[in-house]
């Protein structure tokens, strides 16, 4: 039998479950402060996700927190944001950040690997138990305030505390499907229905089809009944059966919640043009005047992408083949693809799936939760990550709230005494 000494044998034992993002962060946290810890994993391996994030290159983090990027329910969300530092964090590990022009960063090496790397020698330099293969399946409160924990495999395990770092449900090839939510409710948590975000939004497959494979810079609005609910600027991917892009994937956490009649609406004019006077219209009628002699579907040319161009002038005014001056000198004809250029409707047909999702919105609301990132109706119970009611916009925003809430709950999970936070990253 393994003897302990006296310091080990008080340890505060934690077990996080799910060695995610959130859940390796926790750990290391929790190790910092003193605490004999354990990770229960599901997969063959942690970080799986990880190593998937920014299409192999990891976007971690990004270097303003811009509160205005995150949804959902936890009011504390902020609070834990302003007092991480994820560079600091990362070079404590030995991992060389860098950012791109627009704040978002990655590994110096620009591979995933790397940063679930750094993360797992210091695991591995903490003493941190991890076992894998190992199913959490329910959660039990002991009278004394401790944690009886059940898996798949028939282990039964006592922790002092436990921190859920279970993730949401996007992604469920990562071991992320929400399993655990139910037991989560049964404990007493309140749970906002899981809705996938950051995701491609479905529209009409026949229409897109003569689009697939294409891109366009376009504004684009969401619409409810008609009413611009979110909007956002940036490039449009055309897939078979849905609209894709950045720009798309952070419009879909509102398409996915409403019950509305959804549309999207594309202004793929340049921004010179949108801005100018007359919306553009100028530029229009010079165009018409140059190509005059050309067929119709050739007009844009230059401006889109010629199968862009043709299906916008196609669903106009009904032709490409025409000549543009037999059919542009019309005033008629010109305000048809005026309009559509500004206003091109997509009509939402369904929900994405969270297959296809990056993130998850909804989770355990912020109802449930304290400021601390415990659970306020059992004791010993900690949160992080995604498996709470908080997203973020692509960017690295979602990474630096896994990294910073698991921070976070590992520190109080560890020294449920101690409230004060470290000191914060922004005056
Ligand atoms: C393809 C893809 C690309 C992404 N790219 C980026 C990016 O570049 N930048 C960014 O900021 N965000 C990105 N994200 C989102 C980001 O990866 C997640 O928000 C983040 O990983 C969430 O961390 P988490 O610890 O909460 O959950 P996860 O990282 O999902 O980890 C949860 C872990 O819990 C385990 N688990 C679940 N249930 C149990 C159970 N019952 N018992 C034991 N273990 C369990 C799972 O197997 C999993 O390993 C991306 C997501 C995807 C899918």
């Known amino acids: 039998m393994q003897r302990y000494g006296r310091a080990e044998k008080m340890k505060r034992s934690i077990y996080i479950i799910g060695g995610g993002a959130s859940g390796l962060s926790a750990a290391i946290a929790a190790a910092r402060a003193g605490a004999a810890v354990t990770i229960l994993e599901r997969q063959a391996r942690v970080g799986k996700k990880i190593l998937l994030s920014g299409n192999g290159r990891c976007n971690l983090g990004h270097t303003g927190h811009e509160f205005s990027h995150y949804h959902g329910t936890l009011p504390q969300l902020s609070r834990i944001l302003q007092h991480f530092d994820t560079e600091a964090f990362f070079l404590q590990l030995g991992l060389y950040v860098r950012a791109d022009s627009e704040g978002r960063m990655y590994p ?7 940063v679930l790397d750094a993360l797992r020698m210091e695991v591995q330099k903490l003493k941190i138990t991890v076992r894998t293969d190992m199913m959490v399946t329910d959660l039990l409160p002991q009278k004394n305030g401790s944690w009886k924990i059940l898996t798949q495999e028939n ?13 949401g449900s996007a992604a469920p090839s990562c071991g992320t499907d929400g399993n655990l939510l139910p037991v989560l409710e049964r404990l007493g948590h309140r749970i906002v229905k899981p809705r996938p975000a950051l995701c491609p939004i479905p529209s009409d497959a026949a229409r897109l089809r003569a689009l697939k494979g294409m891109r366009v810079r376009a504004a684009v609005s969401l619409l409810a009944d008609g009413t611009v609910c979110a909007a956002e600027t940036g490039e449009v991917q055309f897939t078979e059966n849905a609209l ?43 165009l018409v005047q140059i190509r005059g002699e050309m067929p119709c579907g ?28 037999d059919i542009f000198s019309h005033k008629k004809n010109r305000m048809l693809l005026f309009n559509l250029l ?15 999702a990056q993130v998850t919105a909804g989770g355990v609301s912020g109802q449930s939760i304290t400021q601390t990132l415990s659970s306020n109706v059992q004791q010993n119970l900690y949160f992080c990550g995604e498996v709470l009611d908080a997203d ?23 020294s449920p005494a101690v409230q004060k936070p470290e000191r914060p990253r922004r005056s």
């Not at 282990?155 to 993730?167: K, R």
């Open 108 to 114: 110096f090496s620009n591979m995933a690997a790397s």
């Open 155 to 167: 282990h039964s395990l006592t922790a002092d505390a436990v921190i859920v770092a279970a993730g």
């Open 244 to 286: 894709s892009g950045i720009c798309v994937f952070n419009l879909s956490r509102f398409s996915a919640s409403s019950k509305k009649e959804m549309a999207l609406s594309l202004d793929v004019l340049p921004e010179a043009w949108r801005s100018a006077e007359d919306g553009g219209m100028a530029e229009l009628e010079r």
């Open 298 to 325: 050739e007009l844009l040319s230059g401006l889109l992408p010629k199968r862009v161009s043709e299906v916008c002038v196609k669903e106009a005014v009904g032709t490409v083949s025409a000549k543009t001056a």
């Open 342 to 356: 500004h206003d091109w409707r997509f009509p939402v047909t369904g929900t994405a799936k969270f297959a296809q």
């Open 392 to 414: 973020g916009d692509c960017g690295g925003y979602n990474l630096d709230w896994a990294w910073a809430s698991g921070a976070w709950a590992g520190r109080h999970a560890a």
